[in-house]
């Protein structure tokens, strides 16, 4: 029999964070592997989906600091991944940022950001 076993801890350096960590044991072939690569892609798609349905339309826009939560409260991915979303939907430009800043990478969190016209909210 085989099994794949998520965990989900709480950040160690701070009991009182919100921040947790997700990591999987599995003792079967390398299906299960397979199997659980491709949930990750699925909840990073998903993710990108909730993005941009959360994000405001332009004129009006959110700060990046209220965003990202409400991605990572509904699928299983790490902020690293919402920011790199987020950055790559900036350059294919279904994202504004209208604060970044030259040479930065991923959106900080007091930047604001809206949708453009027209998007690709499925």
Sequence with gaps: MTWLRFRITRAANNPTSNMFSLSATWNGSSTKQQAFTAFQHAQRAAAEQTLLKLTPEEP?????????????????????????????L?????????????????????????????????
């Design 60 to 88: 009006k826009a959110i700060r990046y600091e209220k965003l990202w939560p409400l991605v990572l409260a509904r699928h299983v991915i790490r902020r690293t991944d919402v920011n790199a979303i987020a950055a790559q």
């Design 90 to 122: 900036r350059k294919d430009r279904h994202l504004l940022f209208p604060d970044w800043e030259k040479g930065k990478r991923v959106p900080q969190p007091d930047y604001r950001v809206q949708r453009a016209k027209p998007s690709r909210v499925r």
